[in-house]
């Protein structure tokens, strides 16, 4: 059974950072392409990054390049986001995703989220 499930969101200064992990288990990690997907409150889903599997092509929205960094470790089949300079409008539920390559629409499995909120 496919599980994903994410950690490390919380309460953040606009400015700050915050790391978050997705724990991976259920398939082959290593094999599929990995994203994150955000939420924000009353907001459609955004899609946010991909990372795959069989080259090191990491891709991001235009909202976040240059601040959020998409990373893999195989070995412990975790999934990271690390994310800087955060800003009010990164405000969101944040899901880990199997699959996802470039758009939320191509998901094939979720995470049962993890909240972020930036604010002073």
């Known amino acids: 059974q496919v599980q994903l499930v994410e950690s490390g969101g919380g309460l953040v200064q606009p400015g700050g950072s915050l790391r978050l992990s997705c724990a991976a288990s259920?398939?082959?990690?290593?094999?599929?392409?990995m994203s994150w997907v955000r939420q924000a409150p009353g907001k459609e889903l955004e899609w946010v990054s991909s990372?795959?599997?069989?080259?090191?092509?990491?891709i991001y929205a235009d909202s976040v390049k240059g601040r959020f960094t998409i990373s893999r470790d195989n070995a412990k089949n975790t999934l990271y986001l690390q994310m800087n300079s955060l800003k009010p409008e990164d405000t969101a539920v944040y899901y880990c995703?199997?699959?996802?390559?470039?758009?939320?629409?191509?998901?094939?499995?979720w995470g049962q989220g993890t909240q972020v909120t930036v604010s002073s």
């Open positions: 990372i795959y599997s069989s080259t090191v092509s990491t």
């Open positions: 995703a199997k699959g996802g390559r470039g758009s939320w629409r191509a998901v094939g499995s």
């Open positions: 259920g398939f082959t990690f290593s094999s599929d392409s």
